[in-house]
């Protein structure tokens, strides 16, 4: 499966933006996807992550309640809603695809099979 993503920018902090992953290949609903981001001279972490049905999601200590991640499957297409931004959420934000028969969340980097290549979100303060 090949991964799009797009959506990232210059935002304030306070500010909000969507992330888009638009997804081809195999078919969508086979999936678990996920979100995850880079900050200059990090390592890459986990940010949120929902099932292939979408009914299940996780989030991150540090954007819970501010992201929210939805999925449509018949636009093959996942989401990042990102509010409330902070200079912290400054990074490159990649969507990743686990291809699953199970309706679960993935969290760690090693369950994830095919990988976006990444947009730049950067919040200023």
């Known amino acids: 499966v090949q991964l799009q993503a797009s959506g990232g920018g210059l935002v304030q902090a306070g500010g909000s933006l969507r992330l888009s992953c638009a997804a081809s290949g195999r078919p969508f609903g086979s999936y678990a996807m996920g979100w995850f981001r880079q900050a200059p001279g990090k390592e890459r972490e986990f940010v949120a992550a929902?099932?292939?049905?979408?009914?299940?999601?996780y989030y991150a200590d540090s954007v819970k309640g501010r992201f929210t991640i939805s999925r449509d499957n018949a636009k093959n297409a996942v989401y990042l809603q990102m509010n409330s931004l902070k200079p912290e959420d400054t990074a490159v934000y990649y969507c990743?695809?686990?291809?699953?028969?199970?309706?679960?969340?993935?969290?760690?980097?090693?369950?994830?099979?095919?990988w976006g290549q990444g947009t730049l979100v950067t919040v200023s303060s």
């Open positions: 929902i099932s292939l049905s979408g009914g299940s999601t």
């Open positions: 990743a695809a686990d291809l699953t028969y199970s309706d679960h969340v993935p969290r760690f980097e090693s369950r994830y099979d095919y």
